[in-house]
T-cell receptor, first 111, second 110 residues
């Protein structure tokens, strides 16, 4: 079956670092995406991992371990505008253009 | 470069009616995807169109259907609306692995 798990909510303080975890079980794997979605807006692409390891892009980094079915999104130097939902999505091998989304992690950043 | 556009922004229908939602992909993108985002739930894959053909569909009943036009824009039709169809419907387009999302259509069924 297909299953993607993320924490429902997280809180953090401005300037801090937060790690959002995602575990997945799918029938095949062809990449993992992280999207950011502000309330009432469309999801915007943050990162894509298809090989194991860490991908860094400015304040955001994403890590993947295929053997563990695990990924995390690391946000550094948090800003108030980072308050949003963060969606983990897996691309299945046999349905290469179908993304399976988790329910998302709602992050609130406090001053 | 213009992004993915969707219309209308909001749509209010009554149970049993039909709804039509529209999507225009980014210029040059031939693939269009439809997702449903119900309150408290993650995005659920609905349909994928590429080059005018339906390539894949998610676990939704046949009353959810759509099509893709020669200019790659797409239409999602939901027949015999039910209360639980109330959701944000997102369209995305792609030319490779990354999917770019539109702002969505908020459908409310009363």
């Amino acid at each position: 079956g297909q299953n993607i798990d993320q924490p429902t909510e997280m809180t953090a303080t401005e300037g801090a670092i937060v790690q959002i975890n995602c575990t997945y079980q799918t029938s095949g794997f062809n990449g993992l995406f992280w999207y950011q979605q502000h309330a009432g807006e469309a999801p915007t692409f943050l990162s894509y991992n298809v090989l194991d390891g860490l991908e860094e892009k400015g304040r955001f980094s994403s890590f993947l371990s295929r053997s563990k079915g695990y990924s995390y999104l690391l946000l550094k130097e948090l800003q108030m505008k980072d308050s949003a939902s963060y969606l983990c999505a897996v691309r299945e091998y046999f349905n290469t253009d179908k993304l399976i989304f988790g329910t998302g992690t709602r992050l609130q950043v406090f001053p | 470069e213009a992004g993915v556009t969707q219309s209308p922004t909001h749509l209010i229908k009554t149970r049993g009616q039909q709804a039509t939602l529209r999507c225009s992909p980014i210029s040059g993108h031939t693939s269009v995807y439809w997702y449903q985002q119900a309150l408290g739930l993650g995005l659920q894959f609905l349909l994928w169109y590429d080059e005018g053909e339906e390539r894949n569909r998610g676990n939704f009943p046949p009353r959810f259907s759509g099509r893709q036009f020669p200019n790659y824009s797409s239409e999602l039709n939901v027949n015999a609306l039910e209360l639980e169809d109330s959701a944000l419907y997102l369209c995305a387009s792609s030319s490779s692995y990354e999917q770019y999302f539109g702002p969505g259509t908020r459908l409310t069924v009363t």
